[in-house]
């Protein structure tokens, strides 16, 4: 069974730094994409950063060049620095593991709080 643990939220304040952290466990990371998604209060779940596994990265407009997600396959760790920090990044945030040869194979973390003070 994969699982997926996310850790490394908390509060900040504006202008600051975070570093989130979501482990694999059960499976090797170099075999899955990886996404982190967020949800902030009464918001929809959204797509703040993605990496394939070959490497290529994606992210929308909101938070380009604020965040930088990167994985270690050795380590099976995946991170999403967050640089710039704003209230508006105040959500869950979580990370999903999709199976590059079988999307089936789709899984979530629980998510890790993240609250940026203004």
């Known amino acids: 069974q994969v699982q997926l643990v996310e850790s490394g939220g908390g509060l900040v304040q504006a202008g600051g730094s975070l570093t989130l952290s979501c482990t694999v466990r059960g499976s090797s990371l170099s075999l899955y994409h990886m996404t982190w998604y967020r949800q902030g209060p009464g918001k929809e779940r959204e797509l703040v950063a993605s990496?394939?596994?070959?490497?290529?990265?994606n992210y929308p407009d909101f938070v380009k060049g604020r965040f930088t997600i990167s994985r270690d396959n050795a380590k099976n760790m995946v991170y999403l620095q967050m640089n710039s920090l704003r209230p508006e990044d105040t959500a869950v945030y979580y990370c999903?593991?999709?199976?590059?040869?079988?999307?089936?194979?789709?899984?979530w973390g629980q998510g890790t709080q993240v609250t940026v003070s203004s």
């Open positions: 990496m394939v596994a070959g490497g290529y990265t």
């Open positions: 999903k593991a999709e199976n590059a040869l079988d999307y089936r194979r789709t899984y």
